[in-house]
């Protein structure tokens, strides 16, 4: 879900947004704070939480990316900036010990004798529907449309009527939802601290480029391809586990040694007149 909104945002606005994952971070804290400070229901904290990180995408867009988006070292800087800001706010707000955030389902099942609790399938579940439905999006409806012509050609969509500024917009809110659905199904799994959007930055990189930047099947691929090498060097290097990020940049390296453009990338060459 982080890679295909990161791919999302590259393929309209081509940013980085190195903050992508800061918004899963605020995610996984809005909800423990919706259900757990404030008392609300599973359903009304999960929807509070969506919309409170994809309004805050969508400013984010407006009053700050907008504005130098045209710059792309620029928009680097400024995300890595804000994404320290994020941080900083939750350091203050909740400050720097651990949070634990139970399961949103409690139990487990055993399928062929290994047991699964019920949280895995429901994150597996989001992740599977929301993939979905950004594939429905953007094949059936008008601001589907939109962003596939700004992603091919923004100068040709501008020409014929699409605005380019709206339709980034919107693809960033879109975006921003996508991290909170992933900061919302994995906080009931993981320990919240104010620095946890470091590591899965790191990985959501490894796994855009390997897909190819800007293709949201390159990333979809490249996540299933990272998964695999992680859990294999787990399973058959079980004393060797801290090294599965290394072997997942190492793959990385070969596709892109083979392919520069990634998987399922496009290679832009420059014409010479």
């Keep these: 879900m982080l890679a295909v909104g990161f791919s999302l945002v590259f393929g309209v606005a081509r940013i980085i947004n190195m903050a992508h994952t800061a918004f899963y971070m605020l995610a996984a804290y809005f909800m423990f704070h919706f259900m757990y400070t404030l008392g609300l229901g599973v359903l009304p904290s999960i929807a509070l939480t969506i919309l409170a990180v994809a309004l805050l995408g969508v400013l984010t867009h407006r009053f700050l ?23 900083e706010v939750i350091l203050l707000l909740f400050g720097g010990d651990p949070l ?3 399961a949103l389902i409690k139990g487990f099942i055993r399928i062929k004798g290994v047991p699964v609790t019920y949280q895995y399938i429901l994150t597996f579940g989001l992740a599977a529907v929301s993939l979905i439905a950004v594939s429905l999006l953007l ?15 923004a100068e040709v969509a501008n020409l014929m009527g ?37 590591a899965p930055l790191v990985m959501m990189l490894v796994i ?4 190819g930047l800007g293709s949201i099947k390159g990333s979809i691929i490249g996540a299933f391809i990272i998964a695999v090498v992680e ?5 058959l290097l079980p004393q060797g586990a801290y090294l599965k990020v290394t072997f997942a940049l190492l793959v990385m390296v070969i596709v892109l040694v083979v392919r520069p453009g990634g998987l399922f990338g496009i290679i832009f060459e420059e014409e010479r007149l």
Excluded at 208 to 211: A, T
Excluded at 231 to 235: G, H, Y
Aim: aromatic letters at 4%; glycine letters at 6%; proline letters at 5%.
């Design 65 to 87: 990316i907008n504005r130098i988006r045209e710059h792309p070292a620029a928009v680097l800087l400024l995300t890595v900036a804000l994404a320290m800001i994020f941080q």
């Design 100 to 102: 634990l955030t139970p």
């Design 139 to 153: 094949a059936k409806t008008k601001l589907g449309i939109a962003i596939r012509a700004a992603a091919n050609d």
């Design 162 to 198: 699409i605005s380019i500024e709206r339709t980034g917009m919107a693809t960033m809110g879109i975006a921003a939802a996508l991290a909170a659905l992933a900061g919302i199904a994995v906080a009931p799994s993981q320990i919240l601290l104010p620095e946890m959007w470091m």
């Design 208 to 211: 855009v480029v390997l897909g």
């Design 231 to 235: 859990n294999l060097v787990v399973f």
